[in-house]
């Protein structure tokens, strides 16, 4: 009998990290069903961090909070309450801007806001999480709607931000262009872990690899728009106190820097994702590791779950496989035993995101002949 420790990122676009694990553990065990089967869904920071850690710690408990969405009007959003632990005798509270002030929650193309979308939402999740006492914070900050520096965080946690008038500027990147006064005085204060930030980038906040030029295009920003919200950001970076140079400072429209700002600590998402889970402690007892995500390019290798996940796997010298959407011939797969391409064993991109849960499926199915 083996043990198979399953620990996938999200397929971004059709079915989460937890959702993955299970499909491919279906397939593992219609051709071994006496494996033991451990499901560890990996994120990064971005959508379904709260899944994954929900599935993965035992006694974790979903908070409801309706919170100001990406387009002004409320979101029905949780967060997750993780179990008490010595270092955290109240628990752990888990947010995500995805779920609060993602981008997947403007719908399609023709809804996104690139100077209007802000962060209001993430903070108000993060102000009922402090409200409930939590010990300390775990934040994701991937998939975000917006370019506003975090300032809509900062203002759901106390801050003001007003223009020269004294009066409170507007959410999203609109209001960066009237900012001239930051008051942080009344920012709540850290709960006593501290807040750590979980980010797959590590970008500054401004310039050629910043917030506005890297990602804003993404969420709608036109060239002109994205110069403005550049120095916008540059301004803003003035006020604060917090260095923009940061790694990770530009990650989620800035949300990364307001956050600095506020005293937290930015971290790889995938690596402080795996030792919360206690991912390295399952691949030591384990007899093969399963990972994947939507799209493995040659941009995988850096800092993304998968590659995480292998490396765990090398240091434990227990066999890796990669499962995912596409490979790209660009690709370095050299750190896996086996592969498995839903667009190949489908036929096309089509039918795999078609169908993607029975394609999952079927891959567990292969790979639990090849390396069962």
Same mark, same amino acid.
């Given at each position: ?135 300390? *914070? ?14 809509? *965080?900062? #203002? ?30 009344? *920012? ?145 797969? #050299? ?5 498995? #391409? ?31």
């Amino acid at each position: 009998m083996h043990t198979v420790v399953i620990a996938p990122d999200s397929f971004k676009g059709t079915v989460g990290a937890a959702e993955a694990a299970a499909r491919l553990g279906e397939g593992w065990a219609r051709v071994r069903p006496h494996d033991r089967v451990l499901l560890l869904p990996m994120a990064d920071g971005g959508e379904g961090t709260i899944d994954a850690f929900a599935t993965a710690v035992d006694g974790a408990q979903r908070q409801a909070a309706t919170v100001t969405g990406p387009e002004g009007t409320p979101v029905e959003a949780t967060w997750l309450l993780l179990p008490a632990t010595s270092d955290a005798p109240n628990g752990t509270g888990v947010v995500e801007l995805a779920s609060t002030s993602g981008i997947e929650l403007l719908g399609t193309p023709a809804r996104l806001r690139p100077l209007d979308a802000g962060t209001l939402g993430f903070g108000e999740a993060v102000a009922a999480a402090l409200d409930h006492g939590v010990s300390r *914070l775990v934040l994701g900050i991937g998939s975000s709607a917006s370019t506003d520096g975090g300032m809509g *965080l900062l #203002s759901a946690l106390g801050a003001r931000f007003t223009d020269a008038a004294g009066r409170p500027v507007a959410d999203g990147g609109r209001g960066l262009a009237d900012l001239v006064s930051a008051d942080l005085s009344g *920012l709540r204060p850290l709960p006593p872990g501290g807040v750590t930030v979980l980010s797959d980038v590590d970008n500054p906040l401004v310039g050629a690899w910043g917030a506005a030029a890297v990602f804003a295009p993404q969420k709608g920003a036109s060239p002109d728009e994205v110069q403005e919200l550049d120095a916008e950001l540059a301004r803003f970076a003035e006020l604060l106190p917090a260095d923009p140079a940061t790694p990770g400072a530009g990650a989620a429209g800035g949300a990364g820097f307001g956050l600095l700002a506020w005293g937290a600590t930015l971290v790889p998402g995938a690596a402080a994702v795996a030792e919360l889970i206690g991912l390295t402690a399952a691949v030591g007892e384990a007899s093969v590791v399963l990972t994947g995500e939507g799209s493995f390019d040659g941009q995988s290798a850096a800092g993304k779950a998968p590659a995480h996940v292998a490396t765990i796997a090398h240091a434990a010298e227990v066999a890796v496989a990669l499962v995912a959407g596409r490979i790209a011939g660009d690709a370095d797969v #050299s750190a896996f035993a086996a592969t498995v #391409s839903l667009t190949d064993l489908a036929g096309s991109a089509e039918a795999a995101m078609a169908s993607p849960g029975h394609w999952l499926t079927e891959a567990g199915v292969v790979l639990a002949a090849a390396l069962g």
